[in-house]
Each structure stands twice: as C-alpha cells, then as structure tokens.
C-alpha cells in the first residue's frame, strides 16, 4: 500500500515538473532577450553533424569573418527558397560562411535537400547539418522559418532575420 502510494505521488510531482517546464520553455522561446537570443550575446556551444559524419563545433567556425547562421526545415519551402537564393549569391561570401541548421528529426530529408540546393558544392562555404546540442531550441525565436542568425567575427550576435529575406537585406552582413 505504501509503495502504490509512493508511486502515486511521484508521478503527480513528475507531471507538475513538466508542466512547469512546458510552460517555461515556451516563454524562454519567444523571448528575444534570452541568453542567446538578444543582440550582443555569443554563439551558443555548437555541435552540428554534417552527413558525411563530420561534427561542426565553434571551434570549425573560428575564423576572422562574420558567420550566417540559418535554422532551417528541409522539406520547408520558404527555406528552400532563401537556400536557392544564398547559392545564386555564393559569390558575396568571401569571409562569410554560411552554416544550416536543422532539427535531428529532419534526417531523412536532409541528403535530397543538399543534392537538390547544391550545397556541397561550396565546401568550406556553406555547411549543413543536423543539430545535436539544442542550438536550436537556444537561439530560435519560434517566429517564421528560416531565421536567419548573423554573428561577427567574435560570434557575438549582430542580427535576427526571421523568414525569407532578400539579398540586399543580407548583402551587408556578408563578408
């Protein structure tokens, strides 16, 4: 008897956890002044796999240019649009580097989007990969896909787009 009741009460403090959580993740989602959302804040820690099995850290994108960080769904037309739109303008990225994030469930879709949008035609511009250190929960506002990210040399963040931009908007963080 003891013990149905010991069970009892912590799945009832379990499901108040939860529902606590819940409701604090979707305000730290929308808040645009959260540790890494708010302009001026840094780079959270990255680990981004790529589909050839390479693991993308901050470490990979220590370099002297500005870095366009874009959360981006595959199968998303909005994001294939601005992915179309960043490969016809390949040629303004000279410091730049363009990493793409997707969720990990997005897998599956991942290979025919790079084959389809040529990405791994510009190794060492652009890098796709899937996240797999919460970037995304921690830098995306929850607005409109994409949200494009662009952090400094110092990977201090300088600018949030969110859904398609066109390119003059974007030519004058892109180095």
Do not use: W
Not at 116 to 139: A, F, M, R
Request: with cysteine; proline share 6%; aromatic share 10%.
């Amino acid at each position: 008897m003891l013990r149905n009741l010991l069970i009892i009460v912590c799945l009832l403090s379990s499901a108040n956890v939860f529902a606590q959580k819940k409701g604090a993740h979707a305000t730290v989602a929308n808040d645009p002044n959260h540790p890494y959302k708010a302009i001026g804040s840094s780079l959270p820690p990255l680990r981004v796999v790529a589909m050839d099995g390479k693991v993308i850290t901050n470490k990979e994108v220590d370099y002297h240019g500005n870095l366009v960080v874009m959360l981006f769904n595959p199968t998303c037309e909005h994001c294939q649009d601005q992915t179309d739109l960043f490969e016809k303008n390949i040629f303004l990225f000279k410091k730049s580097k363009l990493l793409m994030i997707a969720a990990p469930t997005m897998g599956p879709y991942l290979q025919n989007f790079i084959t389809t949008y040529h990405t791994d035609q510009y190794p060492g511009t652009i890098i796709v990969g899937l996240d797999s250190n919460s970037t995304i929960d921690k830098t995306f506002r929850y607005e409109s896909l994409p949200q494009i990210n662009i952090y400094d040399a110092n990977r201090k963040l300088i600018k949030v787009f969110s859904g398609n931009r066109p390119i003059d908007s974007l030519k004058r963080y892109i180095q």
